[in-house]
């Protein structure tokens, strides 16, 4: 029975890479090649970012002797990416699915639908431990000669990380569930429990060098005296030395949480996974009605599909939240942020042309039109049965995402601007090129949602979070602004004058607005008529 | 009202509707009946411009569907068999979204929602958020969506599935007033005996194909429309 659950998964996360999301058929070989070659990219992209950190962990820590730092250091990468790539999957994933219902009505125990849902969260969470493991292995024998036993307790510990991260992620969809069972603003109670957890975790993580130096200085005294940390030091020697104590308990503090959160789970799934109908009636008045305009009525429903999920607006949105602490933390920390600007040297224009593409890329994180087509689902027939514009149903989308992003952008253009004092035209350039930008990306994401819809998904997650839309506007907005800054720091940096160079690529990023909007106002909306 | 001239709907190899034409007239209750997977729901959804189709022309008051959709909708209203709606909407919300969409002035689109929400039992309920309601009710809801922009032609899709009595005589009543006011309506329906006593017209396809259609009396004769539709499907079930 559970092999026949996971089947089910597993073909239905098998068909959003080889089924042709518009028709349901098989992708064409080319689409499939395509496709296989960007996730090779992106793992790419990944390993060799971490590959270039472990390289130089691994060239420090060995000669000194520090093998267990370093694998407490990998330890610590991989739980932070699991944990941020499954956290708020885990709430969708296991209480929201559409199908739950469905197989609740058959006579299959719940800690199976449990299981089965857990094993796909845990696939994901070994596929983004593989981005850390691999290149923190192959640099370690890199630097270091071959030791089998070192290898085994790796092996063990990669098999067993992903359990302490699933526990986590687990528990926390289960006490957002359990709060918000019985509540009217679920999502609001959601997103705000999101944010004090994220908010917590990126406060230990921001002084992860506080832990570290404290490590490094009373080195193996750790492992008596510090508790609260000890366990750090134990996962790393665990894996360094190999110390078989150190595993065995590294092992108990990874696996049992999983295990006593898998039991409280099994116990309340049904309750919970059931729970979500039972808020209070909310009684009709009859009040005045008000007409607005078609456009205005389809922005109010995207907007409103958006305040009222919070998978949507925590994966897609998060990136907005940042931008305002990145604008709030400019102006706090002005005086640090100068002197390190003056350490270093930078002209006034190369600090503005810096800050430009570092505001592209925290807006490329804000991916609201990316999904935006998948998440109708199966309401798709509403808008396609109504009198409306396609090129109307698309501009409502766009609107979404411009309208929340770009006050946004624009309050860390004038952050920057408050610390930096830009030059005149670069202060026109801060201002208008994440602006276009954030334009420019809102067009990419609906261009790539339209070519690759998900309208069958079981769970609000699949669309929001794993779909092929959402990883290539990420890939494709990002490169937009990480290759014009690499290109111009290498090879013209010097050769040509900064303001021409932002005055360019502003251009471009105008023009591709221009031609984007075209096809979507054409072939774009075409596309929308035919997806069925 | 409604021409079907030719149509034909390929998915893949197979021919799901295969050059299917019909007429239905203004004044007209118009039923059309078949086995699962005949191509009802595809040629409903042809009509209304959410699927397209390879052949034949469908002119709704004359204007076609696939050159000027957008007009077409203007005149039309759709009930799906399955009325999968905003979640993220309360009754009442999805209402007035509907009601912008058609551009109906707010004094209007108050008395028509009081009416029909009365009549069909849904007023208690409107303030609701759709992901509350249960089948029946998202159907009551599509319903009133349906006749609040007041259209020439309502296209429904098994419409009294998960209704309740009450509601299903009153979407009866309804209907029959529409038409008396001059508008049409076409729908599925596996339910003979509703489509017996309410239809003016019924045609019955079968594989894609249609079987027969007419008036009531043209097509039963002095046999029952179970007997007939039975007779036609070889003895098979509906």
């Known amino acids: 029975m559970f092999k026949a659950l996971l089947k089910t998964r597993m073909t239905a996360f098998g068909a959003l890479l080889t089924s042709s999301s518009r028709s349901g058929n098989r992708k064409s070989k080319i689409k499939s090649i395509a496709i296989a070659a960007l996730i090779l990219y992106t793992c790419f992209v990944f390993m060799g970012m971490f590959g270039m950190y472990f390289d130089q962990l691994a ?56 299981g089965s849902r857990m094993v796909m969260l845990m696939i994901l969470n070994f596929a983004f431990e593989l981005f850390v493991a691999l290149p923190a292995i192959v640099m370690w024998f890199r630097a270091a000669p ?48 999101s944010l004090i957890f994220l908010g917590l975790y990126f406060f230990f993580f921001s002084r992860a060098n506080i832990y570290i130096q404290k490590l490094v200085m009373n080195g193996q005294a750790v492992a008596g005296s510090f508790g609260s940390i000890a366990p750090l030091f134990w996962l790393g020697n665990a894996i360094a030395e190999p110390n078989i104590v150190h595993l065995i308990l590294s092992l108990v503090i990874m696996i049992l949480p999983f295990l006593l959160m898998y039991y409280v789970l099994s116990a309340t799934f049904i309750r919970l996974a059931t729970s979500n109908r039972g808020s209070a009636k909310v009684k009709y008045e009859e009040r005045a009605m008000h007409m607005s305009s078609q456009s205005s009525a389809l922005f109010r429903r995207e907007m409103k599909h958006l305040l009222s999920s919070s998978g949507y607006l925590l994966n897609a949105g998060l990136g907005v939240i940042f931008i305002f602490v990145g604008a709030a933390a400019l102006v706090i920390k002005k005086s640090d942020i100068l002197k390190l600007i003056l350490q270093m040297n930078f002209d006034s224009g190369l600090v503005a042309a810096v800050l430009i593409f570092a505001l592209c890329l925290l807006a490329s994180t804000i ?44 309050s860390v253009s004038a952050a920057s601007i408050y610390v930096f004092s830009p030059p005149l035209e670069m202060l026109f350039f801060l201002i208008l090129t994440p602006s276009i930008y954030v334009m420019l990306s809102a067009n990419i994401g609906l261009m790539c949602n339209l070519k690759h819809p998900n309208l069958k998904w079981t769970n609000e997650t699949q669309a929001v979070k794993q779909s092929l839309s959402v990883m290539l506007t990420m890939l494709i907005s990002s490169a937009i602004a990480l290759i014009p800054a690499a290109l111009y720091y290498l090879l013209l940096y010097g050769r040509l004058d900064t303001e021409l160079f932002i005055l360019l690529y502003t251009a471009l990023l105008i023009l591709g607005w221009y031609l984007s909007f075209h096809w979507l106002m054409t072939k774009g909306a075409v596309i929308l008529e035919e997806i069925e | 009202m409604l021409n079907i001239k030719g149509l034909t709907k390929v998915y893949g190899k197979k021919r799901a509707v295969d050059n299917l034409t019909l007429h239905i007239a203004p004044g007209e209750i118009y039923g059309f009946i ?27 008051d004359g204007i076609s569907v696939k050159d000027n959709p957008l007009e077409c909708k203007k005149k039309i209203a759709y009930i799906p068999d399955n009325p999968d709606m905003y979640e993220f909407f309360s009754g009442i919300a999805y ?49 009133i969506s349906a006749f ?6 309502i296209i429904m899709d098994e419409p009294f599935v998960g209704l309740d009595p009450v509601a299903s005589h009153s979407l009866k009543q309804l209907m029959r007033e529409h038409c008396n006011k001059g508008g049409a309506i076409f729908f599925s329906t596996h339910v003979l005996e509703v489509a017996e006593k309410l239809c003016d017209k019924i045609a019955i396809i079968r594989e894609g194909r249609l079987v027969v259609s007419g008036t009531m009396d043209e097509v039963r004769g002095k046999e029952s429309l179970e007997d007939v539709f039975l007779g036609l499907e070889g003895g098979g079930n509906v």
């Open chain 1, 59 to 114: 060239k420090a820590f060995y000669p000194a002797n520090l093998g267990w730092l370093y694998f407490t250091l990998f330890g610590l990468s991989a739980f932070a990416l699991m944990f941020i790539g499954s956290i708020f999957t885990a709430k969708t994933q296991l209480y929201e699915a559409k199908d739950n219902d469905l197989l609740l009505s058959m006579p299959i125990p719940p800690k199976y639908i449990l």
């Open chain 1, 146 to 193: 071959f030791d089998a036993g070192l290898l085994i307790s790796f092996i063990v510990v990669f098999l067993a990380l992903p359990f302490l991260s699933m526990a986590l992620s687990g528990l926390f969809g289960w006490l957002i569930t359990l709060l918000t069972g019985r509540i009217r603003k679920k999502t609001f109670i959601t997103v705000l429990f």
């Open chain 1, 367 to 410: 991916l609201f039109t990316a999904p935006s087509i998948s998440i109708e689902g199966k309401t798709i027939w509403i808008i396609k049965s109504i009198p409306v514009k396609p090129q109307d149903v698309l501009k409502a989308k766009l609107h979404l995402h411009t309208y929340i992003t770009i006050p946004a952008i624009l």
């Open chain 2, 34 to 60: 078949g086995h699962n997977g005949a191509g009802k729901t595809t040629t409903i959804k042809s009509c209304c411009g959410i699927l397209r189709f390879e052949e034949g022309e469908i002119l709704i």
């Open chain 2, 95 to 143: 209402l007035n979204f509907i009601a912008d969409i058609f551009a109906i002035p707010a004094k209007e689109r108050s008395e028509r929602i009081k009416k029909y929400a009365d009549l069909i039992d849904l007023t208690s309920d409107l303030a609701q958020p759709i992901s509350a309601y249960s089948h029946g009710m998202k159907q009551k809801l599509a319903i």
């Open chain 2, 148 to 153: 609040i922009h007041d259209p020439a032609l």
